[in-house]
Structures are given as structure tokens and as C-alpha cells.
């Protein structure tokens, strides 16, 4: 689960773990209110998909990836690194000693 927010602010990293097959429940006010999922694909084309990614495989040209644990879970909920100060300060600075 995750604050809209928070994937905002993150969302390719949101999507890069639906990618690798999880699932991520997005919270607006603390309500459930949608789920980001893998893509389903038409019925018929997962095995043509299948049958190619088995073949690249099974020439080495490709590995396939783990699926999702719950230390992805974590890492999503982790949070990011904090700017010291602010922007405009830091802009501020840099025009000082830029002169």
C-alpha cells in the first residue's frame, strides 16, 4: 500500500515493481482507492510471449528476473534521501559565489 503521494513522487519505481509481477494498492487519505497491477495480456499472446522469452533463454541471451519478496515491499516503503536546506537557498548561494 502507498500514499498517492508517495507514488507520485516515485512512480517509476512503483511501476518497475508491478513490472517484475507485484502489486501496489495506492491510498488517497488514507482509502483505498486504486490497484497498480502487471498489464494482463490477451489470451493466447502470453503463450506466444512465453515461447519466445523461452527460446532467448534457452540460448542464454536472456535471464529472466526474480520474482518480487518482501524486502521490494520494504524498499518501496522506505524513505528517500533529505535535502539539507532548500532550493532557493542553495540557488542563492551558488549566485553569491558565482559573482
Do not use: C, Y
Amino acid at each position: 500500500m502507498a500514499n498517492l503521494a508517495d507514488v507520485k513522487n516515485d512512480l517509476s519505481r512503483f511501476v518497475a515493481l508491478v513490472r517484475r509481477g507485484g502489486r501496489v494498492r495506492i491510498l488517497v487519505r488514507g482509502v483505498p482507492a486504486a490497484d497498480l497491477v502487471p498489464v494482463q495480456s490477451a489470451p493466447g499472446a502470453a503463450d506466444a510471449d512465453d515461447a519466445e522469452l523461452n527460446e532467448l533463454e534457452a540460448l542464454g541471451l536472456l535471464r529472466r528476473g526474480a520474482p518480487p519478496t518482501a524486502q521490494d515491499d520494504r524498499e518501496l516503503n522506505r524513505p528517500g534521501p533529505r535535502a539539507r536546506g532548500s532550493a532557493v537557498g542553495a540557488l542563492l548561494a551558488e549566485r553569491r559565489t558565482a559573482r
